[in-house]
């Protein structure tokens, strides 16, 4: 053994073994249930863009297109989503027969198996479309297509079930709905009571080796009308047939919902969002082993099945909505701020406005950017957990910010419900995004940080499973070679850190070709250092302590999800063009996001027990004290960008286009383009001093020119109106609602 590894490396193996944090089955499943991408680069400390701008834009085929153009915008025109939510409870018989034919409930199966085989980015795109015009039949459409069945057996199904399932699920004669969340367990899988046990029954009159199931699940969507759940499950086998010991693990299976036991049917309501959500229960239900998803080789298996599978959900189908609502808020917030008036000025010129729609402005198009990111990664065949995660957490949180401002600047026009209120329905699913696919709390204190920090980290994982060995020799000639090599990253990691920190960033890198944002990449390359270093410090001085210590993750796994926001707003910029005119969001975002990474990095080190690495840290990282936000003439250029009608607009919002919008929205967009219009005849006026009469009498305007603001008008009166309701019509839209139902569904 040379003296290296006898004086050195055995004691630091020694300390290490209870020092670092140990991997669970089901952790260390997750882990390898996914992959590390751009996120590696930026936990590195020295990101390479080049890898970055190798990402080939996402890009929709003729075929998707004529989809989104076609059947997309058709199913839009045909929802009327207060009726919905208000009256009926479900989407009409003719959207669910609609959905079916045009094979919305098979976008990500195979075209062998009937389906529509979409790419990710047409996938998102469609979600993104309808959620603008509902939410109810966004959420119909996208979980057929995100974690559940389709998902599942289409990457770990046998021949068998591929050929029988797929094609039915695809063309809707299968409904499918996925059982994962136990009453008990919530956000935790691992402590789900649901159960099956291995034993034989009878199945088409023959005496087979199957699961006997039980199981109580909630919040599962599309459970009420589901033919098929997919159903996750503790599998014991008292017998061992399986060979795989009595406690075999998360296994999931299909269970028809006609058999006898299932009970399915009965409804929760999501935030007054009507989508099909409910509970659903199993008793004594029994299945064949086949009906286990990938056959009896995947008993057991589960939790790696639902990890992989979970990537689709977090990463497409929730960051579109998310996206979707920004974009909406953005839109109509910037069309209501040009055309509102308060004290004869459009309200989109006070200052107090002009922060919540530069904050919009700058939340829509970032937000886009990194949805567009992702997509191209999984485009790629790639299973981008981390990521994922940092998709569904954020998407929906700035989701939440923006319906927030947007309800702020509309005020009452967006308080009082009806059929021409277009914000109120994204306000109340804000929510639901929140907290379903793993409630984003527990996304940022687990997922991002916990798992990321192992899985991009260029040595940890490493290191763990060299610790994981059972041979002591073999464990430690693996923890010396992999250790060393920490050390080195480290010692590298530490000098990039303090040159970039000391020079103010401009030794750090930046691409080529990029001189109006070379500042912004090299500011990220700089705090990417000095994040690696600090991550680096976080394992050395909490070791094991620090997977509970969850404030920590949660800063360290938001610095993180701020340095992937900002790479993929800068990746879009470089694809469209490098368009001048969305500097100024480029400016605001980065200006924002390394502001809040210096004050996660402060918080971080605050709460180190250790002064020598605080001071350290402080040292070579530079993390400063008080910060400052972006300029108000900064915020003033952004918040104009969604005020005046442009091509920049159009980028910022989206592109949402006119088919299929809400009618609140379609007559909105009518209002901003008259008043737009007539913007010159109005200034004319005002400096005259003239009401239109006047104007007219006096010739400053001609006829023609009165008959169009008087139209103007009338549209900005529709617009600026709210619903209202007689007492008869208010009995009519909560018909059969008795006030006995409210105790019932409450003592329930």
């Not at 200052?351 to 919009?360: E, F, L, S």
């Not at 930046?510 to 994040?531: K, M």
């Not at 990095?601 to 070579?620: C, K």
């Not at 023609?704 to 009519?732: Q, W």
Request: proline fraction near 5%.
């Amino acid at each position: 053994m040379d003296i290296r590894k006898k004086m050195l490396t055995r004691p630091i193996h020694r300390w290490a073994k209870t020092a670092l944090p140990s991997l669970s089955m089901t952790e260390a499943e997750a882990l390898n249930a996914g992959e590390v991408w751009w996120e590696a680069d930026l936990f590195s400390g020295n990101p390479d863009y080049s890898k970055l701008h190798a990402v080939k834009a996402p890009t929709l085929t003729a075929e998707e297109q004529a989809f989104l153009d076609g059947p997309c915008a058709q199913l839009c025109e045909m929802i009327d989503d207060w009726k919905i939510n208000q009256q009926d409870a479900d989407l009409p018989p003719e959207v669910w027969s609609f959905l079916r034919k045009n094979g919305f409930f098979g976008m990500i199966i195979h075209k062998k198996h009937g389906g529509l085989g979409f790419s990710a980015f047409a996938h998102s795109e469609v979600v993104r479309f309808i959620s603008t015009r509902s939410v109810a039949a966004a959420v119909t459409v996208m979980v057929p297509n995100s974690l559940g069945p389709g998902e599942l057996i289409h990457q770990f199904g046998t021949d068998a079930q591929k050929d029988y399932w797929l094609p039915r699920l695809a063309d809707g004669t299968e409904l499918p709905a996925f059982g994962l969340t136990s009453n008990e367990a919530g956000s935790d899988a691992s402590a789900m009571v649901d159960e099956g046990v291995v034993e034989t029954g009878m199945w088409n009159g023959e005496e087979v080796l199957g699961i006997r199931l039980n199981w109580a699940k909630r919040y599962i969507t599309l459970s009420p009308v589901c033919t098929v759940l997919g159903l996750a499950f503790k599998l014991r086998d008292p017998q061992n047939h399986l060979g795989k010991g009595e406690e075999v693990g998360i296994t999931c299976a299909l269970v028809p919902t006609d058999l006898d036991g299932v009970e399915t049917g009965r409804r929760h309501i999501p935030s007054t969002t009507m989508f099909m959500n409910g509970p659903t229960t199993g008793r004594d239900v029994f299945v064949p082993l086949d009906h286990i998803i990938g056959g009896p080789d995947y008993a057991g298996r589960g939790w790696m099945m639902l990890m992989s599978a979970l990537a689709a959900g977090r990463g497409i189908s929730l960051p579109s909505m998310g996206t979707a609502a920004i974009a909406m808020s953005a839109h109509t917030t910037g069309a209501y701020a040009r055309i509102r008036q308060q004290f004869n000025l459009p309200i989109g010129k006070f200052g107090g406005v002009q922060i919540p729609m530069a904050r919009m402005a700058v939340d829509s198009y970032v937000m886009d950017a990194a949805r567009r990111l992702t997509c191209a990664g999984l485009d790629e065949g790639r299973a981008l957990s981390v990521i994922s995660a940092i998709m569904k957490a954020h998407a929906t949180l700035r989701m939440r910010e923006a319906c927030n401002d947007a309800m702020d600047v509309h005020s009452g026009k967006a308080v009082i419900d009806g059929p021409s209120n277009y914000l109120l329905p994204l306000y109340r699913a804000v929510p639901i995004g929140i907290t379903v696919e793993g409630a984003n709390i527990v996304t940022r204190a687990l997922i991002i940080f916990g798992q990321g920090s192992i899985r991009a980290h260029p040595h940890l994982l490493d290191e763990m499973q060299a610790l994981a060995m059972e041979d002591d020799e073999e464990s430690l000639d693996a923890f010396d070679k992999s250790f060393w090599a920490h050390v080195g990253h480290s010692v590298k990691t530490a000098g990039r850190a303090f040159i970039r920190a000391w020079s103010g960033s401009w030794v750090a890198p930046a691409p080529n070709g990029s001189a109006p944002v070379a500042h912004i990449y090299r500011e990220l390359a700089r705090w990417s250092a000095s994040y690696a270093l600090v991550a680096d410090l976080c394992f050395l001085v909490f070791g094991g302590e620090l997977k509970r210590r969850e404030m920590i993750s949660i800063r360290m796994g938001d610095i993180l999800s701020e340095m992937y926001l900002m790479s993929a707003a800068l990746k879009r910029w470089e694809d469209e063009g490098q368009q001048d005119a969305d500097l100024p969001i480029l400016e605001y975002a980065a200006t924002r996001s390394f502001n809040t990474i210096r004050r996660l990095l402060n918080e971080v080190l605050e709460n180190m027990p250790s002064a020598f690495a605080r001071a350290v840290a402080r040292l070579v990282t530079l993390p400063g004290g008080g910060t400052t936000g972006p300029s108000d003439e900064l915020i003033a250029e952004c918040a104009n960008l969604i005020y005046e009608p442009s091509a920049t607009r159009d980028r910022i919002t989206g592109h949402l286009g006119a088919a299929g919008q809400r009618p609140g929205v379609a007559k909105l967009n009518e209002a901003y383009a008259a008043v737009v219009e007539l913007d010159p005849v109005m200034r004319k006026l005002r400096k005259a001093r003239q009401t239109p009469d006047d104007g007219l009498a006096a010739g400053t305007i001609t006829d023609e020119e009165r008959g169009k603001i008087a139209h103007m008008e009338k549209l900005v009166g529709e617009v600026t109106a709210v619903d209202d309701f007689t007492p008869e019509e208010l009995a009519r839209y909560y018909e059969g609602f008795k006030p006995e139902d409210a105790s019932r569904i409450a003592a329930e």
